[in-house]
């Protein structure tokens, strides 16, 4: 038995390899920042792929806050949070987040995967119906599988796809819309003004996972829903501590006070799972309150963006990850929305996912590290090397990196 297993697991393996897919992770020798140290190279490389969009990962605020909380609160909890592991500041995290969002209540998760595979069997039965977009988060997807409701896919970001759909349910009890505030490979914002009108016209309620917007789209940092102005319109947000809010780990559903007590009472990843970590906590409580009170930072991260995409433009490249066809995709950006900080930088045809990594690859020698996606990740034939901006980055690093571009792809 254990060297049949041991074959088929030695077989997946190798099938993984000899399809291009195995993913290897490259070791960092020092804390996640604009500029950091890999185990593999020997000078500093200049970094364009974390999810540390204000760069508060090593902020100096941040990281006091978190030595004091470990001092005050100690290491771990040992708890779940309903037998003996809520302490002032998981009650404090939960009542600031809620502030910020605009929200009534707010209930925390180890991880935002967490949050979102807990939301949906917590909160919807067998009568219920589940319509959601085909490009969403792999948590969100697992999420509602764990529930009874029914399911429904649509287009990403496809109205008419997403009316036929709820259409389509029409005799269940509820009928929720779930949908990526920003969907992480194309940096495309989910046209949550037309989602809201579809939910209105069909009483459907609306659930958004802003985990790649919470800190800093929006004017104040609040997220889709403040960008597109349907904040008073979305019933429930889920979102990650893990990405621009410190970066730690942690995730949360933010919703009307009766729903998010009864995810105190039904969600099995909250009730089932340890409370998060007091330093995490009191870090994370330090970076919403940087956020929350500054705009500099956000200001920093859309004038990068702009520059880079501005420079990338110039020299040539190709941006567009719906190659000119965004509008029948429905995934347009409205004017005045500032372009998020994920910017795909796209390789089309056959030979782009070869070109994409050997120009990674190119970069990465030369002091920038960028990273690749090719099918499956993306669709075949859409290969790109997607990179994030970060407010933490210098108009000098922004210009590196697109001269590292222009390098590397010159050379191909
Ligand atoms: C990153 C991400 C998650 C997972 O967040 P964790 O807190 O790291 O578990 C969930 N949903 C979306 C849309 C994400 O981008």
Redesign the pocket.
């Given at each position: 038995m254990d060297g049949h297993f041991r074959a088929h697991v030695d077989e997946t393996l190798a099938g993984i390899e000899d399809a291009g897919l195995t993913k290897r992770e490259r070791v960092l020798t020092t804390p996640q920042s604009a500029s950091i140290g890999v185990a593999t190279a020997d000078a500093p490389v200049l970094n364009f792929c974390a999810n540390n969009y204000l760069g508060l990962a090593d902020h100096p605020d941040v990281v006091a806050a978190a030595h004091a909380g470990l001092d005050a609160y100690g290491f771990g909890m040992a708890s779940v949070r309903f037998i003996c592991g809520t302490q002032t500041p998981h009650r404090q995290l939960e009542r600031r987040l809620s502030e910020f969002l605009g929200t009534e209540d707010t209930i925390l998760f180890s991880?935002?995967?967490d949050a979102?595979g807990g939301v949906f069997e917590a909160l919807f039965g067998a009568e219920d119906a589940i319509v959601s977009d085909e490009l969403n988060?792999a948590?969100l997807i697992d999420g509602i599988r764990l529930s009874k409701a029914a399911r429904y896919r649509y287009r990403n970001a496809d109205m008419t796809d997403l009316e036929a759909q709820l259409r389509a349910a029409s005799g269940a009890r509820f009928r929720v819309i779930v949908t990526?505030g920003v969907f992480?490979m194309d940096g495309a914002y989910a046209p949550l003004r037309e989602i809201c009108d579809l939910a209105d016209a069909y009483g459907a309620l609306v659930l958004v996972?802003d985990?790649?917007a919470v800190g800093f789209v929006g004017d104040g940092g609040r997220g889709t829903p403040e960008l597109f102005g349907v904040a008073d319109r979305v019933d429930i947000v889920t979102g990650?501590l893990?990405?621009a809010l410190g970066g730690a780990?942690g995730?949360y559903v933010s919703a009307r006070a009766g729903t998010v007590e009864l995810l105190r009472q039904r969600a099995r990843p909250y009730l089932f799972s340890n409370s998060v970590a007091p330093a995490v906590v009191t870090g994370s409580l330090a970076a919403l309150h940087l956020v929350a009170s500054s705009s500099d930072a956000r200001a920093r991260l859309n004038a990068n963006t702009a520059l880079f995409r501005g420079l990338m433009d110039a020299a040539g490249f190709d941006l567009d990850p719906f190659g000119g066809g965004a509008a029948a995709t429905g995934v347009v950006r409205p004017a005045g929305v500032p372009p998020h900080p994920i910017t795909p930088v796209m390789f089309p045809g056959a030979d782009g996912a070869r070109e994409a990594s050997a120009i990674a690859e190119r970069m990465l020698s030369s002091g920038v590290y960028v990273i690749p996606f090719s099918f499956p990740v993306v669709p075949r034939g859409k290969a790109r090397i997607r990179v994030q901006l970060s407010a933490g980055h210098s108009e000098q690093g922004v210009r590196a990196c697109v001269d590292a571009f222009v390098a590397a792809a010159s050379a191909e």
């Open positions: 991880s935002c995967f979102n988060h948590s990526d992480s996972d985990s790649h990650t893990g990405k780990s995730g």
